[in-house]
């Protein structure tokens, strides 16, 4: 059974001190991991795709890493705005079937 | 705009009740998604639609129904088998041939009265 794990379940920063959030998966033939924003009584909004390891990729503060069994999520020098909740998505090969983590609630304090 | 529409934003069942959500989408996607959010969790997927007139069980299907009938609309039936139906629906959809990524609805906030 694929299965997706997110840590912390929770994380407060100061603005300014930078930090990772994790994705650990376990499935079979991963065809793609994807990070999503989540702000509160909305709907998800796409960050980022990363098909193989080593495949990096970078927007504004957030930087997205992949290897074979997890994915982290850099965030430097966050700020307030960037307070959301941070979901982690894998499909896996020949299936449409997007699997979900719990996700890592970010409070970022002034 | 191209976009995913879900309505209606809040809904309220009664024991016993069956319910529908709405989702309806003009960026010509294959592909559709129901997930359920509980405070403070992730999403659970209920069930998904890679094209017309065929589906699949998610995770979570029991005391769910849907339907494909076109391919622009994906509609839940919340049905009175679902003893726990307080939850946040989302419906998504995608390219239903590609990796591309999941674009979501607003969110259906369903309460029991």
């Known amino acids: 059974e694929d299965q997706v794990t997110q840590s912390p379940e929770a994380l407060r920063l100061q603005e300014g001190e930078s930090s990772s959030l994790n994705c650990s998966y376990t499935?079979?033939?991963?065809?793609?991991l994807f990070w999503y924003r989540q702000d509160p009584g909305k709907g998800p909004e796409f960050l980022f795709t990363?098909?193989?390891a080593g495949e990096e990729k970078e927007k504004e503060r957030l930087k997205a890493t992949l290897t074979k069994k997890e994915s982290f999520l850099h965030i430097t020098a966050p700020k307030p705005e960037d307070s959301a909740t941070y979901l982690c998505?894998?499909?896996?090969?020949?299936?449409?079937?997007?699997?979900f983590g719990t996700g890592t609630k970010l409070q970022v304090i002034p | 705009d191209g976009g995913i529409t879900q309505s209606p934003k809040y809904l309220f069942r009664k024991e016993g009740q069956n319910v529908t959500l709405s989702c309806e989408q003009n960026?010509?996607?294959?592909?559709m998604y129901w997930y359920r959010q509980d405070p403070g969790q992730g999403l659970r997927l209920i069930y998904y639609s890679q094209i017309v007139n065929d589906f699949q069980k998610g995770d979570i299907a029991e005391g769910y129904s849907v339907s494909r009938e076109k391919k622009e609309s994906f509609p839940l039936t919340v049905t009175s088998a679902q003893k726990n139906p307080t939850a946040f629906y989302l419906c998504?959809?995608?390219?239903?041939?590609?990796?591309?990524?999941?674009?979501f609805g607003s969110g259906t906030q369903l309460s029991v009265l």
């Open positions: 998505a894998v499909q896996v090969g020949g299936y449409q079937k997007v699997t």
């Open positions: 499935v079979s033939g991963l065809r793609g």
């Open positions: 998504a959809s995608k390219f239903g041939t590609t990796d591309e990524k999941l674009f």
């Open positions: 960026l010509n996607h294959d592909a």
């Open positions: 990363l098909y193989s």
